[in-house]
C-alpha cells in the first residue's frame, strides 16, 4: 500500500510515517518547508507545498490511502486566523487534492477537544461541546469530510486522539507546551517544575508508538471502520502532578541533580473522574513504564 502523508514532517506525521515504513508500507509526503526532515526515514519523499495549495501540487505516483495531520496546533490555534485557514480550509484543499490524484480512502486527525469534557463516560457517540477554536476548527474539517464523502467516492476514518507524548524522532521538532516535555524543559532550566494548577486533573495519555500502532489497525481494516469517528486512548488515566512526579524522579535518576515541584494554586480542588471507550477500535495494553522510557527519551533529545 502507498501512503501519503500531510505535515509529514510534525510531532505526530513524523513519527508515524517512520512507523509505517518500519511495517513495510510505501509512504511519502507534503511538509510547508524543509525544516525538521532529518529524522525522517530516507525511503520517504517529501514534496514542499503549503497546505493550502496543495490542491496545486503535481504527483505521478498512484497513492491509496491520505493521511491528513497538517493542522494548526493548539498554540497556533489561538490565532483565529491561523486556525480556520489551516485546520479547515487546508483539509478543503486536501480533498479536491485527494479527487484529483484519485486518492479514495483518508484518515483524518482530528482532536478529543471536540468533546469539551473531562469527566463521566466519554465514546465516540457522546455529545460534542467544543469550547476552543483548536477544537471548533477541527470539528468544522470533520464536517468538510463527511459532506464531501455523501457525494464524491471517498471512504474516511476521523480520529480523535488524546493527550499525545513522546519523543520526537528529530530534537529539532518542537512541541515544548505539551505534557510531559513541558515538564522535561522546566527541570533542564531551572530543576524545577511550576504548576500553574493543583495538578490534581486526570488526563488519558497516549503515547506516539501507540497512537502508530491503532493507525496501522484501521489502515489493515479500513472498511471495518469507514465513516466513522474512533477514539484513539489508552487506558492509563495520570494526573498532571503524578506526571510531574515520574518526571522529577526520571530527572533526578539521570542528573543525580535534586530538583522541586512548585504548585503555584489549589484549583481545581477535587479530581476528575472519567471513562473513555475507544470501542469499536480494539483494546490495546499499555504500561505505565511506557511514559517513563519515553520521558527519559525526550530528556536525552533535549540535552
Known amino acids: 500500500m502507498k501512503i501519503f502523508i500531510s505535515g509529514i514532517n510534525g510531532y505526530i506525521g513524523s513519527f508515524l510515517a517512520n512507523h509505517l515504513i518500519s511495517k513495510g508500507y510505501e509512504v511519502d509526503g507534503v511538509a510547508r518547508n524543509k525544516n525538521n526532515l ?6 520517504i519523499k517529501v514534496y514542499i507545498k503549503d497546505i493550502l495549495d ?9 497513492y491509496n490511502l491520505f493521511i491528513h495531520l497538517a493542522a494548526a496546533n493548539d498554540i497556533d490555534s489561538k490565532n483565529d486566523k491561523d486556525a480556520i485557514l489551516v485546520t479547515t480550509l487546508g ?4 480533498l ?3 479527487e484529483k490524484n484519485s486518492i479514495d480512502k483518508l484518515i483524518y486527525f482530528s482532536t478529543f477537544q471536540v468533546f469539551g469534557k473531562d469527566s463521566g463516560k466519554i465514546n ?6 467544543c469550547k476552543n477554536d483548536y477544537a471548533i476548527t477541527h470539528l468544522f474539517a470533520e464536517e468538510y469530510i463527511t459532506n464531501y464523502a455523501k457525494n464524491k467516492q471517498l471512504d474516511f476514518v476521523i480520529v480523535r486522539p488524546t493527550n499525545v507524548y513522546g519523543a520526537t524522532v528529530s530534537k529539532n521538532i518542537k512541541r515544548d507546551t505539551l505534557v510531559p516535555t513541558c515538564f522535561c524543559k522546566d527541570l533542564l532550566k531551572d530543576s524545577k517544575i511550576t504548576l500553574l494548577s493543583s495538578g490534581k486533573q486526570y488526563r488519558n495519555f497516549i503515547s506516539l508508538k501507540e497512537i502508530s500502532k491503532y493507525i496501522k489497525i484501521i489502515i489493515e481494516d479500513f472498511e471495518k471502520y469507514n465513516g466513522q469517528n474512533l477514539i484513539l486512548a489508552s487506558d492509563i488515566n495520570l494526573t498532571i502532578k503524578e506526571v510531574a512526579k515520574i518526571t522529577k524522579k526520571v530527572y533526578k535518576d539521570i542528573s543525580k541533580k535534586d530538583c522541586i515541584i512548585e504548585v503555584l494554586s489549589k484549583e481545581p480542588n477535587l479530581c476528575n473522574t472519567f ?3 475507544t470501542y469499536p477500535l480494539p483494546k490495546l495494553s499499555f504500561s505505565k513504564d511506557n511514559i517513563k522510557k519515553e520521558i527519559n527519551k525526550i530528556f536525552k ?3
Not at 54 to 62: E, G, H, N, Y
Not at 91 to 94: D, E, G, L, W
Not at 124 to 129: P, V
Open 275 to 277: 471513562v473513555i471507550d
Open 124 to 129: 465516540n457517540l457522546s455529545d460534542l461541546n
Open 54 to 62: 496543495i490542491d496545486t501540487l503535481l504527483i505521478k505516483k498512484k
Open 91 to 94: 483539509t478543503k484543499k486536501v
Open 38 to 43: 532529518e529524522g525522517l526515514n530516507k525511503k
Open 96 to 98: 479536491q487534492f485527494c
Open 301 to 303: 533529545l533535549m540535552s
